[in-house]
T-cell receptor, first 114, second 112 residues
Framework: GAVVSQHPSWVICKSGTSVKIECRSL??????MFWYRQFPKQSLMLMAT?????????EQGVEKDKFLINHASLTLSTLTVTSAHPEDSSFYIC??????????FGPGTRLTVT | QQQVKQSPQSLIVQKGGISIINCAYE??????FPWYQQFPGKGPALLIA?????SEKKEGRFTISFNKSAKQFSLHIMDSQPGDSATYFC???????????FGSGTRLLVRP
């Protein structure tokens, strides 16, 4: 158990457009999900904490108006990168917290902005 | 205070050998210490985790050793295999807040 999926697995978009990434916990409910960003050969950088039914909590330096997070149900959180630019190109990974078990990660989404 | 320092940055081990990765933390409020394994282009996978009330936890070939007084913990991979070649991340968090702070990662290469 504890499977987390992400969709899409990769996406290419043009500069100025918006991209939505979905994160789903497939076999458990998650009141809390997290969104990370990872640059090549670097560690995971926490962007925000997504709480079901309430506003996301963003880490310092992360623009909340650029990275819109919605956690509409106990199994789905979405990250929308608005007005994407080449510097937003990165590997975006979500995780979901399973009670008394730990934090489980999705497979990641590779975003390339041209 | 929030940092988790991980070493070494990279590690090469012969097949059958022991791989050891170390992490250190400063925040004494941390009470949850997981290790993750990540293959290229994939998300991290939870390997094993420990809490401060035990000094060692073993799952198969993976063992976490925890030294609360030194604020250090380490991952030992016994009988390392080429399939273990991946990047390993330690992390630390306060369980009640759910947030994790990740180490910088260790790229492990196990030679056949």
């Amino acid at each position: 158990g504890a499977v987390v999926s992400q969709h899409p697995s990769w996406v290419i978009c043009k500069s100025g457009t918006s991209v939505k990434i979905e994160c789903r916990s497939l076999d458990f409910q998650a009141t809390t999900m997290f969104w990370y960003r990872q640059f090549p050969k670097q560690s995971l950088m926490l962007m925000a904490t997504s709480n079901e039914g309430s506003k996301a909590t963003y880490e310092q330096g992360v623009e909340k108006d650029k990275f819109l997070i919605n956690h509409a149900s106990l199994t789905l959180s979405t990250l929308t990168v608005t007005s994407a630019h080449p510097e937003d190109s990165s590997f975006y990974i979500c995780s979901a917290r399973r009670e008394a078990s730990g934090q489980y990660f999705g497979p990641g989404t590779r975003l390339t902005v041209t | 205070q929030q940092q988790v320092k991980q070493s070494p940055q990279s590690l090469i081990v012969q097949k059958g050998g022991i791989s050891i990765i170390n992490c250190a933390y400063e925040n004494t409020a941390f009470d949850y210490f997981p290790w993750y394994q990540q293959f290229p282009g994939k998300g991290p996978a939870l390997l094993i985790a420990i809490r401060p009330d035990v000094s060692e936890k073993k799952e198969g070939r993976f063992t976490i050793s925890f030294n609360k007084s030194a604020k250090q913990f380490s991952l030992h991979i016994m009988d390392s295999q080429p399939g273990d070649s991946a990047t390993y991340f330690c992390a630390a968090g306060v369980d009640s807040s759910y947030k994790l702070i990740f180490g910088s990662g260790t790229r492990l290469l196990v030679r056949p």
